[in-house]
């Protein structure tokens, strides 16, 4: 091992006096403290930490078991064993020596101070930095939403009966404001609503008068929430990383990463790689084109990364079965002295297993084992100066080498034999995976694009397995019935519907080669007047003809209609209608009936807002063209119980649907009636009237929050899945830094989280299909952009945004409580069973070791909330 491992590990930096020339590199107290360090570089890892943190006279009890790699059960007790297993769980944990107790304790939660934690990283100190900073952000944007809250809680816009959802979606803007007691009839109606209940019908505060205020409150939060974000990455960042490198003395402060070397030079250079590489550096330094260097040997130490084709990695590999061969001897031993023959076989032949295993690795190094390191290929270099500002000199001269376009132009000055090369500031030794360093810089760039595409592929799949469980409401049903009636608003401005053209059309966009009135046969067009036409429907583009119909003069609510039976069933999807300009209606309603009053007589009585399915208001343009006009069932419903639907309309809109859950009147009825009790209305056995009558809506609802609970439950399984999946996908890289492989596997599960949570059940649930084509191939595989929502309405908040709001609530807990329950209450359990098999104290340290607390995997949850 020291022969293939000598060059390549220099963990230790140079010796101190020699680095440490500089009488001032960041202030005159550095080079003592170097020397009091022994340049120990940052600890990269708890087990550092907390020796680090722990007195140099370790009063440990450790001296119970020795320095021997190996123990066995008849030399030392398995209570011994346990008891040091304990110890040096604490001592490698984030803890410190307490001489009151006499052991480790662990940092405390609430006094640990930054400095302290800036020993663990400057990363991990900066991300608690971000948590307590955050927190203190999201109180002010608290307190500057309170008044929307407020206001949003007064409203009364969201259905009582939408469940849980409905419950989160009344602190959203979707509840804003109240509509009258027989709801909001007319887009006028609900812009100039109120923001508190009409007890007294009279409106004191308008709701237009506040979202002028809430919207300003809303802009300030999103501004202050930017500015906190650009404070934070561009200035308390640079000011954390700045302050802990002055703080701390360490080998990157004097070290240079040569990169894009000669792997192999002439047989007579190549033995002096080192040498020749410490003279390149000494001529840039001393040929600077200002203030050159008149120092005469600059270079500290030159440690070369060479070549070993992955024998590191199974040194590494070699080096845990031999530790499993000892444990497998030592189990084999202990079983032995209980006269337990079997388990001395069983476990004698899992060490002869163990042992072949780790000659087939010898097998792999003996061709490693005749090279000497001279004469292996060189992947890169790390070049020691003996002045901190020799390093920040050379690095000014390579700042332009960074990229491989400004590589081109380098002079013949900085190359080194003749090969442009390039020079970046060097890490930590303890950042380094020294095994990978080897690796063939393009083999590397070809895994890293595999890796990629194996990222892209698996997040495809999630999204397909997520799609397939997304709550997503029912398409609207196209409605197909022989009666179609338009009828004037209390918003329309006049009590007179004159038309002089009205076609019908089954098509969406009117068009005139498809089915449409002037093909269907027609059995009659009646007015509100009692007036009775076999003629036909007026199609009068002049308005030479027009037909008329005037509000009934007994009730001034009545609205004014014109409506035209068919002798068959017809689904009209668009409509274009054309009103005489005297009697201009600014709001029309549409209804869809199944019959109608064959007498003038009941004709003047009937209503068709008590007999038939409303559609939602529409807006024709005032003008000599006809205006175009689409049919969209009313999703709204009344909430006071004096103008509930009946039982009635709600029969006769389940007999002409084809899916009654579907159905919007249907479904405003079974709301109305579920308010009281909603799991009891839901639930079997549907005894009363209503609930017969809504057992199809109740099982539908009932799959909708299963699909519901699934997706969230699904959302978060595969979140943990892509953790682990990763987690081989980057070791698969073979990256060379703790940097490296932290960046990539934060931004690698931020992305799949943040597309599994939100973004993909936005875009499943939008409605694109004016821009966006549905035989589009991502469209077609994801079904994105195909869903009922075109704006986020009242309805998206309920059924999209809520949903939103349960996943991102689900994930906090199941990002922050696993943790805790595995370290207090999963982990000793696993630890004490697993130590059953363990016989030497190595083996028992390594399961009794706590994991080491990973900032990629905490950060992306962090930021994706």
């Not at 260097?293 to 080096?319: C, H, S, W």
């Not at 132009?409 to 090969?419: A, C, E």
């Amino acid at each position: 091992v020291p022969e293939v491992v000598e060059d390549v590990a220099p963990v230790a930096a140079p010796e101190v006096p020699e680095v440490v020339e500089d009488p001032a590199p960041k202030g005159p107290e550095d080079a003592q403290q170097a020397a009091a360090s022994d340049a120990a570089p940052a600890p990269a890892d708890a087990a550092t930490v907390a020796v680090k943190v722990g007195s140099a006279a370790d009063p440990s009890p450790s001296a119970l078991t020795g320095s021997p790699a190996t123990r066995a059960s008849e030399t030392v007790p398995p209570e011994v064993l346990l008891a040091e297993a304990r110890n040096h769980m604490r001592r490698t944990a984030c803890s410190a020596w307490s001489e009151e107790k006499q052991r480790y304790e662990f940092l405390s939660v609430w006094s640990t101070t930054h400095e302290e934690l800036s020993v663990l990283g400057v990363g991990v100190r900066l991300y608690f930095d971000f948590i307590r900073q955050m927190g203190a952000v999201f109180l002010v944007l608290s307190i500057l939403a309170a008044p929307s809250i407020y206001f949003n809680l007064m409203g009364s816009m969201v259905d009582d009966s939408a469940g849980f959802n409905g419950m989160i979606s009344k602190v959203s803007v979707a509840n804003l404001g109240n509509c009258p007691a027989t709801g909001c009839r007319s887009f006028k109606e609900t812009r100039e609503r109120c923001a508190f209940n009409m007890a007294t019908g009279s409106c004191g505060l308008p709701v237009q008068d506040v979202t002028e205020w809430l919207g300003l409150l809303d802009g300030l939060g999103v501004l202050v929430f930017i500015v906190f974000g650009v404070w934070f990455s561009h200035r308390w960042i640079p000011c954390v990383v700045r302050a802990t490198d002055q703080a701390t003395l360490t080998p990157a402060d004097y070290t240079v990463w040569v990169t894009n070397l000669q792997t192999h030079l002439k047989e007579e250079d190549h033995m002096r790689y080192k040498d020749l590489l410490a003279e390149h550096f000494t001529r840039v330094l001393q040929t600077c084109a200002t203030d050159p260097v008149d120092d005469k040997d600059p270079v500290a130490e030159v440690v070369l990364a060479r070549q070993y084709n992955g024998a590191i990695m199974d040194f590494t590999r070699k080096g845990k079965l031999l530790q499993d061969v000892d444990n497998s001897l030592a189990l084999s031993d202990r079983a032995a002295l209980r006269q337990k023959e079997r388990d001395v076989a069983r476990h004698s032949k899992r060490a002869e297993a163990l042992s072949l295993k780790a000659e087939s690795i010898d097998k792999k190094l003996r061709d490693q084992a005749t090279k000497t390191d001279e004469q292996r290929g060189v992947c890169s270099a790390f070049v020691t100066f003996r002045r901190g500002e020799y390093k920040a000199r050379v690095l000014d001269e390579y700042r332009f080498a960074e990229h491989s376009l400004f590589r081109l132009l380098q002079s013949k000055r900085l190359r080194f034999v003749g090969k442009r090369i390039k020079v970046k500031q060097a890490c930590e030794p303890t950042e380094l995976y020294w095994e990978n360093l080897d690796y063939d810089y393009w083999k590397r760039k070809l895994r890293q694009a595999v890796v990629m595409l194996l990222t892209v592929l698996v997040l495809v799949l999630c999204s397909l397995a997520i799609a397939s469980l997304k709550t997503r409401p029912t398409a609207t049903e196209v409605l197909r019935k022989t009666t179609w009636v338009v009828a004037t608003t209390p918003g329309s401005g006049t009590d007179r519907l004159s038309l002089c053209n009205w076609q019908l059309f089954s098509s969406v966009n009117c068009l005139t080669d498809g089915p449409n009135s002037a093909s269907w046969a027609t059995s009659r067009v009646f007015t509100s007047n009692g007036t009775i036409n076999a003629a036909g429907l007026p199609s009068s583009g002049d308005c030479a003809s027009t037909l008329d119909s005037r509000t009934a003069p007994a009730s001034p609510w009545s609205s004014a209609w014109v409506g035209v039976e068919f002798t068959a069933d017809q689904s009209v999807q668009c409509m274009e209608v054309l009103q005489s300009q005297p009697a201009f209606a600014q709001e029309l309603r549409i209804y869809a009936c199944t019959d109608a009053p064959t007498t003038s007589s009941d004709l003047v009585a009937w209503d068709p807002a008590d007999h038939c399915q409303a559609m939602e208001i529409v807006y024709p343009q005032a003008g000599d063209a006809s205006s175009t006009l689409r049919p969209v069932p009313d999703a709204s419903c009344a909430t006071d119980p004096g103008n509930y639907l009946s039982i009635e309309v709600a029969a006769q809109a389940k007999s002409g649907a084809s899916d009654p859950a579907a159905d919007a009147t249907l479904s405003c009825f079974c709301k109305q009636q579920s308010k009281t009790n909603l799991a009891a209305f839901m639930s079997p056995p549907y005894d009363t009237p209503a609930e017969a009558l809504c057992k199809e809506w109740s099982q539908a609802m009932a799959e909708q929050y299963g699909q519901m609970v699934g997706s969230v439950i699904a959302v978060l399984v595969l979140n943990q899945v892509l953790l682990v999946l990763y987690s081989f996908f980057i070791a698969w890289e073979r990256l060379c830094t703790v940097t490296e492989v932290t960046t990539s596997q934060l931004w690698k599960l931020f992305l799949s989280q943040f597309v599994n949570t939100g973004l993909l059940m936005a875009l499943i649930n939008a409605n694109f299909q004016e821009t966006l084509s549905a035989d589009f191939p991502v469209v077609k595989l994801l079904q994105i952009g195909v869903g009922d929502y075109t704006d986020l309405n009242a309805q998206w908040f309920t059924a999209v945004g809520a949903t939103l709001v349960i996943t991102i609530l689900m994930q906090v807990f199941s990002t922050t409580i696993p943790p805790l329950a595995m370290s207090y209450l999963v982990q000793p359990v696993l630890a004490r069973i697993a130590s059953r098999a363990k016989a030497t104290q190595d083996t028992i340290n390594d399961v009794y070791t706590l994991p080491q607390w990973n900032l990629s995997l905490r950060l992306p949850p962090t930021v994706n909330v």
